[in-house]
Nanobody, 129 residues
């Protein structure tokens, strides 16, 4: 059974940076596409970024383009979301997700949440103004 554990969240001032990590266990991590999503208070969960299993393909939501970078280290079973120039509207619980069956990223639908079949518990990011 695949397990995902996020870390790296916290409180940061606007303009600052945070680095989120997602550690995977229980599966062949290097074979799976990965994504990051977030859910702000009283809002629906939304897509942030995705990366293909080899790391050659990445996709970002428009609000984070140019500020966030997704990467992965298959040797360490880890996917990272580097967040720079943070804004108060980035405040949310951030979740990593794993697409084991190729239903999201590889089909050209990285934001398709139902395509991801494993999710972490989330890590809270709070950006103060």
């Amino acid at each position: 059974q695949v397990q995902l554990v996020e870390s790296g969240g916290g409180l940061v001032q606007a303009g600052g940076s945070l680095r989120l990590s997602c550690a995977a266990s229980g599966g062949t991590f290097s074979s799976y596409d990965m994504g990051w999503f977030r859910q702000a208070p009283e809002k629906e969960r939304e897509f942030v970024a995705a990366i293909s299993w080899r790391g050659g393909f990445t996709r970002y939501a428009d609000p984070v383009k140019g500020r966030f970078t997704i990467s992965r280290d298959n040797a360490k079973n880890t996917v990272v979301l580097q967040m720079n120039s943070l804004k108060p509207e980035d405040t949310a619980v951030y979740y990593c997700a794993l697409d084991s069956a190729g239903r999201a990223v590889i089909t050209g639908r990285p934001a398709f949440q139902r395509g991801y079949d494993y999710w972490g518990q989330g890590t809270l990011v709070t950006v103060s103004s």
